[in-house]
């Protein structure tokens, strides 16, 4: 059974830190595209990060970069996202999703393809 299952959610104060790991059990992540994304209350869904093992860089959505940086441990079939300086905008529920044969640009695309989700962590930023 292919599945994706997130971790490291909960509540943190604006400016504090978050650690969200992504576990892939099933399938391997070699040729995915993996990435994070996130649906705040009353939005539409929308990618944050993505990285592949057939690019050199990783891509962010544009309110992230510099705070959020996605890695991931191919021998251990992880992704993580660190997530710094958070904000109450950053207040979400963060699902990690995967494609094969998929390249980061068209994946965080708005209706890009997902072919496997996660079922989803929350993440609170609040005082």
């Known amino acids: 059974q292919f599945q994706l299952v997130e971790s490291g959610g909960g509540l943190v104060q604006p400016g504090g830190s978050m650690n969200l790991s992504c576990a892939a059990s099933?399938?391997?992540?070699?040729?995915?595209?993996i990435g994070w994304f996130r649906r705040a209350p009353g939005k539409e869904r929308e990618a944050v990060s993505c990285?592949?093992?057939?690019?050199?860089?990783?891509y962010y959505e544009e309110s992230v970069k510099g705070r959020f940086t996605i890695s991931g441990d191919y021998a251990k079939n992880m992704v993580y996202l660190e997530m710094n300086n958070l904000k109450p905008e950053d207040t979400a529920i963060y699902f990690c999703?995967?494609?094969?044969?998929?390249?980061?640009?068209?994946?965080?695309?708005?209706?890009?393809?997902?072919?496997?989700w996660g079922q989803g962590t929350q993440v609170t930023v609040s005082s």
């Open positions: 999703a995967a494609t094969k044969w998929y390249s980061c640009p068209p994946f965080m695309r708005p209706g890009g393809r997902v072919e496997l």
């Open positions: 099933g399938f391997s992540l070699d040729y995915h595209a």
């Open positions: 990285i592949s093992d057939s690019e050199t860089r990783a």
